[in-house]
């Protein structure tokens, strides 16, 4: 299984990986993205060779780079505010879904209660699921199971 993750906190993706490798065997990690002026930047890249899962977190910085170097985020990014960035995200591959045909499983994966992300998460298509953060590994690992095999029958044992 190949797997893309976006998050910019590195003590966040290092949990993850662990959690990950240890769950799944011979999994292979794309580099991690860190912001969502990368995902967004790595779009086509991404649907020309997709992964089989992308875990995507739903509060990103817009960018890694600070200063006169950073590039300016849209309009929209300054609307929404980031932590919206993996809602954005997703729907920034489900426009590259239509244009190509190529579904790739989704998990947005957040610290925010449900409530904050109703309206963005209540018509999510069945390739997509958010999991809180804190959840049990368990929860995650199932979740990934069901969206690219389509069984969550089986739970890795800690």
Partial sequence: MRILVVEDDPLQSDSLLK???RSFANVRFDPILKS???FCFAIDQIFSDPPDIILIDVMLRWTEKRGSDAPVPPALVDEEGYYRAGIRCQRLAAEFEK?????IPIVLLTILDAGTLRKDT???PPHV???????DPIELIAKIREL???NSSTVPVY
């Fill in 129 to 135: 699921a958010h999991v809180k953060k804190e959840a």
């Fill in 19 to 21: 959690v990950l490798k």
């Fill in 148 to 150: 690219v095999t389509g």
């Fill in 36 to 38: 969502e002026a990368a």
């Fill in 122 to 124: 209540s018509a999510l």
């Fill in 99 to 103: 244009k190509t045909g190529k579904t």
